[in-house]
């Protein structure tokens, strides 16, 4: 897995396209919301502005990068030639993914903590850590699914745009308007909870049962993807 891992993050290193859409495209964003927080802080919060960066990177640096790899390594017979290698399924998955989602973590880290840094501090740092790796793991496992339905690269910019786009829309209405009013709708629609858990760790306001019960549809729909990801994947290009 970890030989795998290695040859991959290498790759990305070495593929410009992947480095603006993973890298540099998610940073500039973030920037810029963080550069107009005063602005964005009158529409929600400085949580709501923290769940938007979670939520960008999550969806453009580990999502959508997630759905192109493994589209990509389908597409060139790369993923069958490694199937063929003592590297169980699992293993060759995990050494595939485990380069962009490092990325993505460290990403996350590195943003928030500047963020911290010219504005006001997490209230609760433990609990925010949870819903950061609770919803990379969601955005992950949804990516897999989506590669399923992913014939090619070029593919990809069309089959993972719906699910970013509408994650970061369900992250700003969440995010604004809080949970008030249509509570379960919100909290069962893709990044509902996880917006509302990251809201809660940079406010403060939330306690330990809240937080369970945030972290119920997010694992909700790592099981839904992983499950569909069993089913639709293909290990080699459909004919």
């Known amino acids: 897995m970890l030989a795998i891992a290695h040859s991959e993050l290498i790759q990305i290193f070495r593929n410009r396209a992947v480095l603006v859409t993973s ?14 927080r005063g602005l964005f802080e009158k529409i929600g919060s400085l949580g709501y502005i923290a769940a938007v960066i979670v939520f960008t990177i999550g969806a453009f640096s580990l999502y959508t990068a997630t759905v192109t790899t493994l589209a990509a390594h389908r597409q060139s017979l790369f993923l069958k030639r490694l199937r063929s290698t003592a590297a169980g399924d699992a293993s060759i998955l995990c050494g595939l ?25 997490p209230a609760d740092i433990a609990l925010l850590a949870v819903a950061v790796v609770s919803t990379l793991i969601m955005m992950l496992a949804l990516g897999a699914a989506t590669a399923g339905v992913t014939n090619s690269p070029e593919h990809a910019q069309v089959t993972s745009l719906p699910l970013s786009l509408g994650v970061i829309a369900v992250a700003s209405w969440v995010g604004v308007t809080g949970t008030e009013s249509l509570t379960w709708v919100k909290r069962l629609l893709p990044g509902g909870s996880a917006t509302e858990l990251v809201v809660n760790a940079w406010n403060g306001g939330a306690d330990l049962s809240d937080a369970l019960l945030l972290l119920g549809p997010i694992v909700g729909w790592v099981a839904v993807a992983i499950a569909l990801a069993s089913r639709l994947f293909r290990w080699e290009p459909r004919r």
Do not use: D, R
């Open 23 to 36: 890298l540099i495209m998610p940073t500039a964003a973030t920037a810029f919301f963080i550069y107009l």
């Open 97 to 121: 993914l485990l380069p962009i989602s490092v990325i993505a973590l460290v990403q996350v880290g590195l943003i928030l903590s500047v963020f911290a840094a010219i504005s006001v501090a």
